[in-house]
């Protein structure tokens, strides 16, 4: 029989990281850093960085910036976190891979599929008032568990993922978030439960919905699919909706006109967070932990590894894991939720000339000048902006071209498939309210 080791030789060979150096005639020459430089690439690539290169760096990094913050804060929404929470986790995720990371372009931070699946475990833990510590505890332990996998040089474990069984999941997912945000985009309260008593509970509120709130969400939702469209992820569409829509409601008072808005957000630094939480929480949350790392990695070195082979380099499975494992304990050491890699943010740094990982800091840095200075601007966002945004950026989960490709290659992996998406929606409830007062306790 093949062994695993075969697809994939780092996981037999020792790992040495491998980084590639852009010469300026744009070739790239291959160096192995040994000793430290070997365990945190930043070592490697920070001493070698390029003045010339700043400029692409910088234009790549305020452009994921402007994907960053309204995404992170919508994801903070899908994993049941008050929306700052969506913030520190990026800056904690960025300047982790950043330090391990071997990838130029992998852009780890806040993403639909791993805070859908964040919300789904937390929520069969949790007791009520710790969802937001428990959140927190089950992105430690994932970024342990990636840390341990990567020390044991266990990279080849993405192989083993079921395409199938994850896109159904992942599909299913995304419906249950989606339908938990159609109470915002019509303003009324909407309820819980699976996907078919969330939809009722809505549809049997539309004839009182809010006709300004419902206009306001649906237009912005339909600027950002058909923006989303005819440009891909080019423009920053997700922020300009965001800022349009502040401005727009400070002038016209819609808050005043009863249009539900995201209120007051903390402008503080994040600080180191230790959840307080039971030791009987921890083994309860293993099986959804070690999940969300086979996805999140699955998914994360996927993206890596088509950039990396693009632009002619090479990347480690191994470290992959450890920084990746890095991200997540960063995320979650600031007080956030679990991240992976993001293909939408990655090919947007991509497009702008990212040229290293000098990309990653810029962002960070300019996110947490954000934190710092600028969420009160977002104290006027309509909830049902925020929805839309949502619902726009799990849009790329209902994979309808996937399942019928599904079908038609083997009909047992598309029965796998539908009663992974049939079980999803049917299974508890994903949407989680989390009171804005309960926000992250500091340690």
Known sequence: MRSACSNNSSCCDPIPLVVHVTTGSGHHSRSKPSGLAGWLPILSWFPQYRRSWLRP??????????????????????????????????????????????????????????????????????????????????????????????????????????????????????????????????????????????????????????????????????????????????????????????????????EADGV????????????????????????QLAGGALGIVLIAFAESYGTAKNFARRHSYEIDSNRELIALGAANAGAGLLGGFTVDGSLSRSSAADDAGARSQMTMLICGAITLVTIVA??????????????????SAVWGTFNVAEMRRIYRANRADFVAAAVALGATLLGSPARVRVKKADAVRRG
Do not use: C
Request: negative net charge.
């Open 57 to 254: 760096d910088l234009l790549a990094g305020l452009t994921v910036w402007a994907l960053l913050v309204p995404e992170a804060m919508a994801y903070a929404e899908i994993a049941g976190m008050p929306a700052e929470t969506g913030l520190y986790a990026g800056i904690g995720a960025i300047l982790g891979y950043a330090v391990f990371g071997t990838s130029r372009q992998l852009f780890v931070g806040p993403s639909s599929t791993v805070a859908i699946l964040s919300a789904a475990t937390v929520a069969v833990v949790a007791t009520g008032d710790d969802f937001v510590d428990v959140t927190i505890l089950l992105a430690l332990m994932v970024g342990a568990l990636l840390i341990v996998l990567g020390l044991l040089r266990l990279g080849f474990i993405s192989v083993f993922m079921s395409k199938p069984v994850l896109t159904g999941f992942t599909f299913g997912l995304g419906l249950v978030i989606a339908v938990g945000q159609l109470n915002k985009l019509f303003g009324v309260e909407g309820g819980s439960g699976n996907f078919f008593e969330q939809l009722w509970s809505v549809l049997v509120e539309v004839p009182d919905a809010d006709l300004r709130t419902t206009l306001i969400g649906f237009v912005a939702l339909a600027v950002l699919l058909v923006s989303r469209k005819l440009f891909g992820h080019k423009l920053p569409i997700a922020l300009l909706v965001v800022f349009a829509s502040i401005v727009l409601s400070n002038a016209l008072g819609w």
């Open 260 to 283: 539900h808005v995201v209120g007051e957000i903390p402008a503080s630094l994040p600080s180191v967070t230790i959840p307080n939480v039971e030791l009987g929480q921890i083994p």
């Open 374 to 391: 600028l969420t009160p601007l977002f104290e006027q966002l309509p909830e049902a902006i925020l929805g839309a945004v949502v619902i």
